[in-house]
């Protein structure tokens, strides 16, 4: 028996790509379930024609030749699971998403699926302060530069004070814990973020507590960091802010200057004015990702989850 294939019909032949690709375009901005239950038909059948239509929006978009990537890791479940995306941070889209955790063997997956002529073409790359990466992208991009992610390394800071208002907390006896009972948000959010009782309620922690306003206002001042166009100023400027610890018994912050000190070259890298790269687009990828995972949540199909973020950033077609 001989069967005809039709180039209208999806791969499920009871749909035409045209309606499997409506039915992708749905997806994007409801759950499976409510695509399923407006249009009568079962989860795995809108699952699957969504697939066909990422599948193509993808096979649309080419093959990448990035120049400039960021490395990144989400946790897909609970246990530590981890996958690693790379990003294309100057046409804005994630480029690969796999790995069986974030260690080195699995960034090297990346690496060695484009080919060797195209990661001659990567100048820098954007990542934490996490030695796998740093040590695979050495080996298979040794031209690239290493730029740490700004947001990574402020994160650290923010741990460094928390940790110090913890601190402050078991040292304080009586009244004077309440001051600093739950103002974990308040102290660690941005002055401009908080809403007029939460700017009062700051004043108020930083006035009743001379520790805590020390470690704030360095907190402040290290931002900084991340003005300078010439290295020689940032170093200069690093260098008095560590200055600045002297004496102040904030244990935490040495902790993180020293770390500094260990990762200073790919800090230092932001200064060149080629590696002005924007960093936020690495936030709101993963702000999109989160959102994806809670309308996929019970979703045990990775290639689904793979597909879905590859294509996030992709326009509809």
């Known amino acids: 028996m001989k069967q005809e294939k039709f180039p209208f019909l999806a791969n499920n032949p009871f749909y035409t790509k045209r309606f499997a690709f409506y039915v992708g375009k749905r997806c994007s901005t409801s759950t499976v379930k409510d695509v399923a239950r407006e249009l009568h038909l079962d989860r795995k059948t809108v699952n699957a024609l969504e697939k066909q239509y990422l599948r193509e929006k993808l096979r649309r978009a080419r093959n990448p030749r990035p120049k400039v990537i960021g490395i990144d890791e989400i946790s897909i479940r609970k246990g530590h699971s981890y996958r690693i995306i790379v990003s294309d941070l100057e046409r804005k889209r994630p480029i690969w998403f796999g790995g069986i955790d974030r260690s080195e063997e699995s960034l090297k997956l990346f690496y060695e699926s484009p080919g060797a002529p195209k990661l001659k073409g990567i100048r820098l790359a954007v990542m934490d302060m996490w030695k796998p990466f740093e040590k695979a992208t050495r080996e298979h991009a040794p031209q690239a530069a290493i730029l740490y992610d700004k947001f990574h390394v ?164």
């Open 154 to 317: 402020l994160r650290h800071l923010n741990e460094a004070l928390d940790k110090i208002r913890k601190s402050e907390y078991y040292r304080l006896t009586g009244d004077d814990r309440k001051f600093v009972k739950g103002q974990k948000y308040t102290l660690l959010s941005h002055r401009e973020n908080l809403s007029t009782d939460g700017r009062k309620a700051l004043r108020t922690l930083l006035a009743a507590n001379k520790r805590l306003n020390t470690a704030y206002v360095l907190k402040e001042q290290f931002g900084q960091l991340w003005d300078y166009q010439s290295e020689a100023w940032a170093r200069k400027f690093f260098d008095n802010w560590k200055a600045s610890l002297k004496w102040q018994r904030l244990r935490p912050y040495e902790k993180f200057a020293q770390m500094i000190e260990r990762h200073w070259d790919g800090i230092a890298a932001f200064c060149q004015s080629e590696n002005k790269v924007s960093l936020g687009f690495v936030e709101g990828l993963n702000n999109k990702i989160r959102v994806i995972q809670r309308r996929s949540y019970g979703l045990r199909d990775e290639e689904y989850l793979r597909l879905k973020i590859l294509t996030c950033m992709l326009p509809d077609f």
